[in-house]
């Protein structure tokens, strides 16, 4: 299984700024995913991370916003920009393994905790 | 739609207890089933997956699930609950990973007494 470790693991930010939180992969993955868990709340995948191309964003979720980039198979990172208090959550990165077999599992890093002041 | 019903939002077992963790799902395809549980202040652990064949899969820490096509459902049992298992656990389905994202339940607290 893929390990996967997240930089910050928690940050206390003003509104209006803006924090990027980087995933590190432990092997090549094809997959990486960024989702949001608000607080009390189940996980919402915010989007793919494609390497090599924009990321797919799903319905909610906007580039402007939530900036991804995904320079190699094993790293990503995404950026929450111009954070309001609502934006505090848990952000987690996954990634689906090894190959392009639907028989992958999504391993999930540690997350980030964000409180936005 | 596709959804994850996870109906009890928390759980109190004694320690030594059995537990049985509710998990329906709504899938337009094959679904691939998943249970996570996530500690006080950490990340997502898997315990076991679905993908196919024998519907009674084996997990970590001694957990079970049992996929039920006809109900749609895949509850997450355990025969004797240990203090260790207090923590959240959430139900997921997908296409595989592969295939794009996981769609969550609510997910279930798990308190455990003494």
């Known amino acids: 299984s893929a390990v996967i470790s997240q930089k910050p693991s928690r940050d206390i930010c003003q509104r209006g700024t803006s924090l990027t939180i980087q995933c590190q992969v432990d092997s090549q993955v094809t997959m990486m995913f960024w989702y949001r868990q608000q607080p009390g709340q189940s996980l919402t995948l915010i989007a793919t991370a494609n390497q090599g191309s924009e990321a797919t964003y799903e319905s909610g979720f906007v580039i402007d916003k939530f900036p991804i980039s995904r320079p190699n198979l094993t790293f990503s990172t995404l950026t929450v920009s111009n954070m309001s208090p609502e934006d505090s959550s848990i952000y987690l990165c996954?990634?689906?393994?090894?190959?392009?077999?639907?028989?992958?599992?999504?391993?999930f890093g540690p997350g980030t905790r964000l409180l936005v002041l | 739609a596709q959804s994850v019903t996870q109906p009890d939002i928390h759980i109190t077992v004694s320690e030594g207890a059995s537990l049985e963790l509710r998990c329906n799902y709504s899938?337009?395809?094959?679904?691939?089933l998943f249970w996570y549980v996530q500690s006080p202040g950490q990340g997502l652990q898997l315990l076991l997956k679905?993908?196919?064949?024998?519907?009674l899969v084996q997990g970590i820490k001694g957990f079970e699930a049992e996929f039920k096509r006809s109900q749609s459902s895949f509850n997450l049992r355990k025969p004797s609950v240990h203090w260790s298992d207090a923590a959240e656990y959430f139900c997921a389905v997908g296409g595989g990973g592969s295939q794009g994202n996981l769609i969550f339940g609510k997910g279930t607290k798990l308190s455990v007494k003494p």
């Open positions: 899938y337009g395809a094959t679904p691939y």
């Open positions: 679905y993908f196919s064949g024998d519907t």
């Open positions: 996954s990634a689906a393994g090894e190959s392009t077999a639907r028989e992958e599992t999504q391993y």
